[in-house]
């Protein structure tokens, strides 16, 4: 992929942003379980980092995706997973369905105070018995008049308890269940809505995540994003960037995990010389290394063609499938070498080997993305 100065741009903003508005505070928000979401989007959207790839006509900078990705690995020099993922749930997994399929008046209203950071977002797609199985939730949207009336449950809901508006998933009809879905914004000032008490995570600490209860939640029909039915259909879609963006955003935190490593074994003595100084140690970061610019090109790659209009399902698939596992063994890896220190809850590494798990699981586990990728390949069985 090749960058121009306007990516470079981007890129040195982004930067600059993290460096003075976000590494600063990372340890204290950890230690709060949540960070300023709507303080910090506002100050995002100011300098136009929450539309990068959206319409202009809502606010948006009109670049293409690659210009979207550039922001994205950037994210990862921020000092934790939580707030990274709560900035690509607003950017690339709650609203690019309501980009390319909303209406005009949906778009005016939400999009545009996404973008501007006035609002916050949230995907409420995954349910208590639905995470990757996405067919199986059982969330409805009943018709009543020009409304809807929404009751279900969603969890493990990203950024739940300082959404403005979530676009929901739901059931509208009886059909198959890959025909009978739709996408819904749904604003959580309506009644009907409450949310759990901030889930306990393993990682993403400082990224509020909650359950969301709807009961008979009454929501205009108009909200509806795109053709009822085809919610199934938008959600794939959604996925693509969100996969991407998982990929993207893992690369310059694992790179950061190396380089805390190295300086802390060039100075730790075991035996009386630096723990760096064993070639299975050195050899081991250079694999490490050479892994994550090998998941940087194939990430690179897919965004090319997704650019170009292609179907990147199947490489979006194979990057978020490495990230999730590269995440593991590079922090791993890392933490080992840190010995007792890497233990210690406070230690970078040890933040980031919580943070990087969920990179496995969120947005379709490992598996999923495997029978994605065997899917593509022709090699599933009949009865798959």
Request: glycine letters at 10%; charged letters at 25%; one cysteine or more.
């Given at each position: 992929m090749r960058f121009t100065e306007e990516h470079e741009a981007i890129r040195n903003t982004t930067s600059r942003f993290i460096d003075q508005e976000i590494n600063p505070f990372v340890d204290q928000w950890e230690k709060d379980g949540i960070f300023p979401a709507h303080e910090l989007f506002r100050k995002m959207g100011?300098?136009?980092?929450?539309?990068?790839s959206k319409p202009v006509e809502y606010g948006g900078l009109g670049l293409d995706y690659s210009y979207q990705i550039v922001f994205t690995e950037e994210l990862g020099r921020i000092a934790c997973g939580g707030v990274a993922m709560a900035i690509g749930v607003q950017s690339d997994m709650a609203t690019p369905?309501?980009?390319?399929?909303?209406?005009?008046?949906?778009?005016?209203?939400?999009?545009?105070?996404?973008?501007s950071g006035e609002w916050v977002s949230?995907?409420?797609?995954?349910?208590?018995?639905?995470?990757?199985?996405?067919?199986?939730?059982?969330?409805?949207?009943?018709?009543?008049?020009?409304?809807?009336?929404?009751?279900?449950?969603?969890?493990w809901i990203t950024n739940a308890i300082q959404a403005d508006f979530l676009c929901l998933l739901a059931n509208t009809s009886e059909g198959a269940p890959h025909r009978n879905k739709s996408l819904i914004i749904v604003p959580t000032d309506r009644p009907g809505i409450s949310m759990s008490e901030p889930l306990d995570k393993l990682g993403m600490r400082c990224s509020d995540t909650a359950q969301i209860f709807l009961d008979k939640v009454r929501v205009p029909r108009s909200n509806l994003?795109?053709?009822?039915?085809?919610?199934?259909?938008?959600?794939?879609?959604?996925?693509?960037?969100?996969?991407?963006?998982a990929a993207a955003s893992i690369l310059k935190g694992l790179e950061s995990c190396i380089r805390e490593t190295i300086d802390y074994t060039r100075t730790r003595k075991a035996f009386q010389r630096p723990i760096l100084d064993n070639q299975v140690v050195h050899f081991r970061l250079a694999e490490l290394q050479t892994e994550i610019e090998s998941l940087r090109a194939?990430?690179?790659?897919?965004?090319e063609e997704y650019v170009s209009g292609q179907d990147v399902t199947m490489k979006a698939s194979m990057a978020k499938l490495k990230a999730g596992r590269l995440g593991r063994e590079v922090t791993d890896a890392c933490l080992q070498y840190w010995g007792g220190m890497g233990y210690m809850w406070d230690n970078r590494v040890s933040r980031a080997f919580?943070?990087?798990?969920?990179?496995?699981?969120?947005?379709?586990?490992?598996?999923?993305?495997?029978?994605?990728?065997?899917?593509?390949?022709?090699?599933?069985?009949?009865?798959?």
């Amino acid at each position: 992929m090749r960058f121009t100065e306007e990516h470079e741009a981007i890129r040195n903003t982004t930067s600059r942003f993290i460096d003075q508005e976000i590494n600063p505070f990372v340890d204290q928000w950890e230690k709060d379980g949540i960070f300023p979401a709507h303080e910090l989007f506002r100050k995002m959207g100011d300098l136009g980092l929450l539309g990068i790839s959206k319409p202009v006509e809502y606010g948006g900078l009109g670049l293409d995706y690659s210009y979207q990705i550039v922001f994205t690995e950037e994210l990862g020099r921020i000092a934790c997973g939580g707030v990274a993922m709560a900035i690509g749930v607003q950017s690339d997994m709650a609203t690019p369905a309501l980009a390319v399929h909303g209406s005009d008046a949906l778009r005016e209203k939400y999009l545009a105070r996404a973008i501007s950071g006035e609002w916050v977002s949230s995907i409420a797609v995954s349910e208590p018995g639905a995470g990757s199985d996405v067919a199986s939730i059982k969330t409805t949207a009943i018709r009543d008049g020009d409304d809807y009336l929404i009751s279900g449950t969603k969890m493990w809901i990203t950024n739940a308890i300082q959404a403005d508006f979530l676009c929901l998933l739901a059931n509208t009809s009886e059909g198959a269940p890959h025909r009978n879905k739709s996408l819904i914004i749904v604003p959580t000032d309506r009644p009907g809505i409450s949310m759990s008490e901030p889930l306990d995570k393993l990682g993403m600490r400082c990224s509020d995540t909650a359950q969301i209860f709807l009961d008979k939640v009454r929501v205009p029909r108009s909200n509806l994003v795109g053709a009822e039915g085809m919610g199934f259909v938008y959600q794939m879609q959604q996925f693509q960037e969100e996969r991407l963006h998982a990929a993207a955003s893992i690369l310059k935190g694992l790179e950061s995990c190396i380089r805390e490593t190295i300086d802390y074994t060039r100075t730790r003595k075991a035996f009386q010389r630096p723990i760096l100084d064993n070639q299975v140690v050195h050899f081991r970061l250079a694999e490490l290394q050479t892994e994550i610019e090998s998941l940087r090109a194939l990430v690179y790659q897919a965004v090319e063609e997704y650019v170009s209009g292609q179907d990147v399902t199947m490489k979006a698939s194979m990057a978020k499938l490495k990230a999730g596992r590269l995440g593991r063994e590079v922090t791993d890896a890392c933490l080992q070498y840190w010995g007792g220190m890497g233990y210690m809850w406070d230690n970078r590494v040890s933040r980031a080997f919580r943070d990087t798990r969920l990179a496995s699981i969120g947005g379709g586990a490992d598996e999923i993305m495997l029978g994605i990728i065997c899917k593509y390949m022709g090699t599933l069985p009949a009865c798959a």
